[in-house]
Structure formats: structure tokens, C-alpha cells
């Protein structure tokens, strides 16, 4: 493609898939930690209640574009439960280590992502840019998977302290692999985050639609809406044979 030097990737649903079970056994995992922790919670009811504290911290990201942190939604689902803990406590650090562990243990590369990769390596610099609350489990699922060292350049949301799509994270990206915005190519599967946001930053863009295209259960968020379609030029791919093409300056790609 016409300038581009490099390329960035956004994480969930773009290379990697969450088993659908995941959130349901990382919350079991939470629970149980702040159990043994002496905390008597019942987990349904904790189940709920985090939920709604989620929802409520997911609520204000949108407003502001800043990044929350899990702790916050525990501390205050505790909070409304009659459980005082600070969200620094130590009881709620082990306790999102735990339910971070749940998605260590049941996220999946998607087929052929490697290889793609490692196809393009060479030619390309390439960066991460994922919206994940708790940085250390984001770098871990990446090692575990044996992808991170493919990428100059990983960024996560809740290390800069705001998240996809503010302007802020994709500047932070192309300072970082010393690209201006022209020169860069980003690929993601969330219309808003990922595909505007890019495009508001004067980044071409590769709508990936992988995971929606075959029916794959989304990466386990709070709330599961309908994706949108983007509402700003981009290219539409469905496989990385797709993205490969693309970048050789040949394939036939879908309108939206
Ligand atoms: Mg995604």
C-alpha cells in the first residue's frame, strides 16, 4: 500500500478470541479469591452487583475517554454489598489477578494470525494498541500466546491512562514507532473505537470483520450490543489471506 510503513493491531476479536465462558469463570475466580480472603460474599449476588458497578465505571470511559481499572468496580460492588475496601486494598489486588488469570487461561489465537505476522515482519514495523484495563494480563495473554515479540511497539490503555478512541492512545502509537499518521495502517474490529477513532487521527484503516463473520461469540465485555458499521472510510477484510493481498497491492475487498 501507497506509504504505509507501518502497521497497528488492535488485540480482542483482531487476533485473538475469549472462550465464551471466560468472564462467567473469571468472575467464580474473583469471588472465590475474595472468599479465601475472609470476605463472605455470595457469588450471585456479587455477580450482580459487579456487573452493575462494571457498567457504571464503563459508563464515565465514554464520557471522558479515560481508562478505569477493575479495582474501582470492585471496590464499590463491595461497597454496596456492606464490604468496605478501598479499591488499593490488597484483598482486590489478588482478587483482579484472579480474574484476569480465567482469560489467560481461555484466550485463542485466531487461525493463521502467527504466520501473518511473521509474514510481514520484516517489511512492516508493527504495533499493539489495545483498550484492556490491567495492563499486566494484556502483556501476559500476549507472551502466553508467543505473539508479543512480533510487535516494536505495544500500547495498553490502562498504562497512558486513556483508551480507543481518543486522539491521545493513537498519537501515543505513532510517536512510539516513529511514524507520522500517514505512514501508518491500523486493524481493528470495533467500528468506534478502532475504525473512527483511527480515521480521526488521520490513519488509513482495515475494518476486520474475522469474528463477526462467523458467528464467534465476542470477547467477553460487560455489554454485548450489535457492532455498528463504521461511520468513516476504511477497507473491510475477512481473513488475513485478505490483509495480505491488500498490502501486495491486489485483492478484491468488499464495500460496507
Ligand atoms: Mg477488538
Request: glycine content about 8%; some cysteine; charged content about 25%.
Amino acid at each position: 500500500m501507497d506509504g504505509i510503513r507501518g502497521i497497528g493491531f488492535d488485540l480482542f476479536n483482531t487476533l485473538i478470541t475469549v472462550e465464551p465462558w471466560a468472564l462467567s469463570e473469571a468472575v467464580g475466580r474473583l469471588c472465590s479469591s475474595l472468599q479465601d480472603d475472609g470476605i463472605a460474599v455470595e457469588r450471585e449476588i456479587f455477580h450482580k452487583a459487579h456487573r452493575q458497578a462494571a457498567l457504571q465505571h464503563i459508563a464515565e470511559t465514554h464520557r471522558d475517554g479515560r481508562e478505569t481499572h477493575n479495582r474501582f468496580w470492585i471496590s464499590t460492588a463491595l461497597c454496596r454489598l456492606g464490604f468496605a475496601l478501598e479499591p488499593d486494598d490488597p484483598r482486590i489486588s489478588r482478587s483482579v489477578e484472579r480474574y484476569f488469570s480465567a482469560f489467560q487461561d481461555h484466550c485463542r489465537l485466531i487461525p493463521g494470525t502467527k504466520e501473518m505476522l511473521g509474514a510481514i515482519k520484516d517489511r512492516y514495523r508493527l504495533g499493539l494498541l489495545s483498550n484492556f484495563t490491567h495492563p499486566p494480563a494484556a502483556r501476559a495473554i500476549l507472551e502466553g500466546l508467543g505473539i508479543a515479540s512480533f510487535f516494536e511497539v505495544t500500547v495498553i490503555s490502562g498504562e497512558i491512562g486513556y483508551r480507543k478512541p481518543h486522539a491521545l492512545v493513537f498519537d501515543l502509537l505513532l510517536n512510539r514507532l516513529g511514524l507520522s499518521a500517514q505512514e501508518l495502517l491500523y486493524v481493528g474490529d470495533d467500528p468506534e473505537p478502532d475504525i473512527e477513532g483511527a480515521c480521526s487521527a488521520g490513519i488509513r484503516t482495515v475494518w476486520t470483520t474475522y469474528v463477526r463473520d462467523r458467528n464467534i461469540p465476542l470477547a467477553p465485555g460487560v455489554a454485548q450490543e450489535q457492532l455498528p458499521t463504521p461511520n468513516c472510510p476504511t477497507l473491510r477484510i475477512s481473513s488475513w489471506e485478505e490483509l495480505l493481498m491488500l498490502l501486495d497491492g491486489n485483492g478484491d475487498f468488499r464495500d460496507l
